[in-house]
Each structure stands twice: as structure tokens, then as C-alpha cells.
């Protein structure tokens, strides 16, 4: 199973970007599809979005759109988040997942990284 | 819009029975999968595609589903198993990913 790592955690002023980073242990990177989750303080989960690195294809969630920017890079087994525009309300911890269920037509979450805590402050 | 509704608690005593719902109109035909969340860490896939469980998670955690309805059911619960639970279905038709609220679970 696919182990992922996280960057550290990051403090930053509203209206800055941030850039979270995911690494993946193993061969599979390119078989994989990776999904970021984010969750508030206190709050339940939420879908940021997530990156296909075989297909080379992204798809955000509607709220994030235009301010979300996945990728990926195989050469280092790494995928990255970055939202931009920082407000208050993105202060979260976000979590990068690999999916499980290729081929299927439903997904799940089957392996988590440690998430990175995002303080937006002024 | 796929809405996924979960109670916002349930306390049990140990070695008791926990059963978490998790309620959806399109939940028969989407496979659900459930996480369990301990403060402070990470989610953990407890079950999948209804009812499968990874390696690793005891035989004590199981889902099952009823019409609009699935179901977590903890049994021979413990101490440890106070955490937060949440439940996810794949929406076919938007091809993303729908969490619930999410349920407390106290271990009286």
C-alpha cells in the first residue's frame, strides 16, 4: 500500500498562496490517483480535489475553483496543493489520500498522510 | 446535490453494540466506505464499498445497508474506539467524492 508524507506545517497572511506538497513511497505513483481533504477546525471533512498523474488530468471542487491549483510531478513522486487568495476561513488541516477502487465506479480514501496545518493570520 | 446525513453523536457503554447511520437517497447504488478519526490524527478507512474491510482493522467493525441507509456497527466496543466516524460515498454523477457530517462516538 501506498505511503504518503506530507510538508510541514505553514503560517500565513490573508490574500498570500500556500503550497502543500505530497509524497508518495513506492512505484505506483502513476497508477495512483491522489486527492486532497480539508478539515476546519472543529469541522468535518471536505473535498479540495484531486489529480490523475496517469491521465495528467485535475478536477477541483466547485467552492475552490479558480483558486486551486493541483499537480503533480512523477519524477518525484510528489504531488502539490496550492490555493491561493488566503482568507481566515482556510485556516485547516489538509490532507493528501490515495484513492482506492480503480476501475470501479465508486473511490475511497485508503491511505492518508499526516496533514499540514494552514493558519491564515494576519 | 448527494447529501450524506449522519447523527451528530452516539454514546455506548463498553463491550456494548455502537451502530452509526449514515443516510442518502442514492446510497444503494454508490458504495459507502467509513473512516475513523482519533483527535489530533489522521482518518483511517475502517470499511469500504459497503461492507469490506482493509487489513489491519478488527472484525468488530462492519457495514451494512438498508434501503436509503448504511450502517457502521461497532461491536464489543472499547475504550480506544472513541473517535469521530464519518462516511463517504463516490456521487457518479458530479464523479466526486461526498463526505457526511461526521458522528462522535463516547465510549461511556
Known amino acids: 500500500q501506498v505511503q504518503v508524507v506530507q510538508s510541514g506545517a505553514e503560517v500565513k497572511k490573508p490574500g498570500s498562496s500556500v503550497k502543500v506538497s505530497c509524497k508518495a513511497s513506492?512505484?505506483?505513483?502513476?497508477?495512483?490517483?491522489f486527492s486532497w481533504v480539508r478539515q476546519a477546525p472543529g469541522q468535518g471533512l471536505e473535498w479540495v480535489g484531486r489529480?490523475?498523474?496517469?491521465?495528467?488530468?485535475?478536477d477541483y471542487a466547485q467552492r475552490f475553483r479558480g483558486r486551486v491549483t493541483i499537480t503533480a510531478d512523477g519524477s518525484t513522486s510528489t504531488t502539490h496543493m496550492e490555493l491561493s487568495s488566503l482568507r481566515s476561513e482556510d485556516t485547516a488541516v489538509y490532507y493528501c489520500?490515495?484513492?482506492?477502487?480503480?476501475?470501479?465506479?465508486?473511490?475511497?480514501?485508503?491511505?492518508w498522510g499526516q496533514g499540514t496545518l494552514v493558519t491564515v493570520s494576519a | 446535490s448527494n447529501v450524506l446525513t449522519q447523527p451528530p453523536s452516539v454514546s455506548v457503554a463498553p463491550g456494548q453494540t455502537a451502530r452509526i447511520t449514515c443516510g442518502g437517497n442514492?446510497?444503494?447504488?454508490?458504495?459507502v466506505h467509513w473512516y475513523q478519526q482519533e483527535p489530533g490524527q489522521a482518518p483511517v478507512l475502517v470499511v469500504y464499498?459497503?461492507?469490506d474491510r482493509p487489513s489491519g482493522i478488527p472484525e468488530r467493525f462492519s457495514g451494512s445497508i438498508s434501503g436509503k441507509t448504511a450502517t457502521l456497527t461497532i461491536s464489543r466496543v472499547e475504550a480506544g474506539d472513541e473517535a469521530d466516524y464519518y462516511c463517504?460515498?463516490?456521487?457518479?454523477?458530479?464523479?466526486?467524492?461526498?463526505f457526511g457530517g461526521g458522528t462522535k462516538l463516547t465510549v461511556l
Open positions: 489520500a490515495t484513492e482506492g477502487g480503480a476501475g470501479m465506479r465508486t473511490h475511497w480514501f485508503d491511505s
Open positions: 513506492g512505484d505506483s505513483f502513476n497508477n495512483d490517483a
Open positions: 489529480v490523475i498523474p496517469l491521465f495528467d488530468t485535475v
Open positions: 442514492n446510497i444503494v447504488f454508490e458504495g
Open positions: 464499498d459497503d461492507s
Open positions: 463517504q460515498v463516490w456521487d457518479f454523477s458530479s464523479d466526486r467524492p461526498v
